[in-house]
């Protein structure tokens, strides 16, 4: 009886640990001269009912960037070569994401959009600072991440 009560006091706390993310970090403070930058973009809606459209970085080489939708404008700094990038767009409960493999440039700063096409379906690919496309076009489908919440005053 007792070893079943150490037993299961054991598993209960192995269970309830939390192991930290691990979170894309970029490059050293000496490689950033060479690195290369995204930035996400938001769109504000056309009428006070929507909300605002935001794309951002989601995860760079399947390591999630810390705070990304709330910094979409910041940029990501990100070492040149071939690298997994991962956007996303959100708007309310809705979201989508897309992955991207991606030559990166030195120096260069990328921007990553989105259009939506309709209620389900999100268009995304990454621009150079010239505005060109520098990768395929993918489309996305949108899931809901939740109700959204109407206040009823009576």
């Known amino acids: 009886m ?29 490689l950033l001269e060479t690195a290369a930058s995204i930035v996400g973009t938001r769109v504000k809606p056309d009428n006070i009912f929507h909300d605002d459209e935001t794309t951002f970085v989601l995860a760079i080489d399947g390591l999630p960037v810390k705070a990304s939708r709330g910094n979409f404008d910041k940029p990501v700094y990100i070492s040149p070569g071939m690298h997994t990038v991962q956007i996303a ?11 991207f493999n991606i030559e990166i440039e030195s120096k260069e700063k990328y921007i990553a959009k ?27 489908a949108r899931i809901s991440g939740g109700s959204a919440v109407i206040p009823i005053i009576m």
């Open 2 to 30: 007792n070893k079943l009560v150490f037993l299961l006091i054991g598993f209960v706390l192995t269970a309830c640990q939390t192991v930290p993310p691990i979170y894309y970090e970029p490059p050293p403070a000496e």
């Open 89 to 99: 767009n959100k708007q309310g409960t809705l979201m989508a994401n897309v992955a």
């Open 114 to 140: 989105t259009e939506v096409l309709d209620l389900e379906n999100v268009r995304s690919w990454v621009e150079n600072s010239k505005g060109e496309k520098v990768t395929p076009v993918l489309v996305g």
